[in-house]
C-alpha cells in the first residue's frame, strides 16, 4: 500500500463505487432513486451546509449516478463487500437520524422561546 497509495485509493473507490451503482440498479424504488436522483438540488436543511458545496456535491451525485460506470459491477469485491457497504450505510443513517432529531427539537424549542417572548 505504501508504494503506490493513489493505486490502492482508486481500488477502494471502485469497489465503493461499484457497490453503490449496483444499488441503484437493483432497488429502482428506492428513496434514492425516487427522490434525489429525479429532481433538482433542495436548498441545505441546516444552515452550516453551505449552498454551493451542496450543490456541486448534488451535481456530482446526479451525473454518476445517471450514467452506468464503465467496468464491470458482477465481480469480487476485494476492498470493500457489500455487508460491510451495507453496515456502513446502517450506522450513517441512524446518526444522521439523530442529528436531524435534534435539529428538529432545537428548532421546536427557539420556536417555543419566541413564542413565550410576544
Same mark, same amino acid.
Request: proline residues 7%; neutral net charge.
Given at each position: 500500500?505504501?508504494?503506490?497509495?493513489?493505486?490502492?485509493?482508486?481500488?477502494?473507490?471502485?469497489?465503493? $463505487?461499484? !457497490?453503490?451503482?449496483?444499488?441503484?440498479?437493483?432497488?429502482?424504488? %428506492?428513496?434514492? &432513486?425516487?427522490? /434525489?436522483?429525479?429532481?433538482?438540488?433542495? %436548498?441545505?436543511?441546516?444552515?452550516?451546509?453551505?449552498?454551493?458545496? !451542496?450543490?456541486? =456535491?448534488?451535481?456530482? /451525485?446526479?451525473?454518476?449516478? %445517471?450514467?452506468?460506470?464503465? $467496468?464491470?459491477?458482477? =465481480?469480487?469485491?476485494?476492498?470493500?463487500?457489500?455487508?460491510?457497504?451495507?453496515?456502513?450505510?446502517?450506522?450513517?443513517?441512524?446518526?444522521?437520524?439523530? /442529528?436531524?432529531?435534534?435539529?428538529?427539537? =432545537?428548532?421546536?424549542?427557539?420556536?417555543?422561546?419566541?413564542?413565550? &417572548? =410576544?
Amino acid at each position: 500500500m505504501a508504494d503506490d497509495a493513489d493505486a490502492v485509493i482508486t481500488a477502494v473507490k471502485r469497489d465503493w $463505487y461499484g !457497490l453503490d451503482h449496483l444499488y441503484v440498479q437493483r432497488t429502482g424504488d %428506492s428513496l434514492f &432513486s425516487r427522490v /434525489i436522483l429525479p429532481h433538482p438540488n433542495p %436548498s441545505p436543511p441546516f444552515a452550516f451546509l453551505f449552498e454551493d458545496g !451542496l450543490n456541486w =456535491r448534488l451535481d456530482h /451525485i446526479h451525473v454518476c449516478y %445517471s450514467h452506468p460506470p464503465d $467496468y464491470d459491477l458482477n =465481480r469480487p469485491y476485494a476492498y470493500l463487500d457489500q455487508r460491510t457497504m451495507q453496515r456502513f450505510v446502517a450506522e450513517a443513517t441512524t446518526h444522521l437520524h439523530r /442529528i436531524h432529531r435534534a435539529e428538529r427539537q =432545537r428548532r421546536a424549542g427557539n420556536a417555543e422561546q419566541v413564542t413565550q &417572548s =410576544r
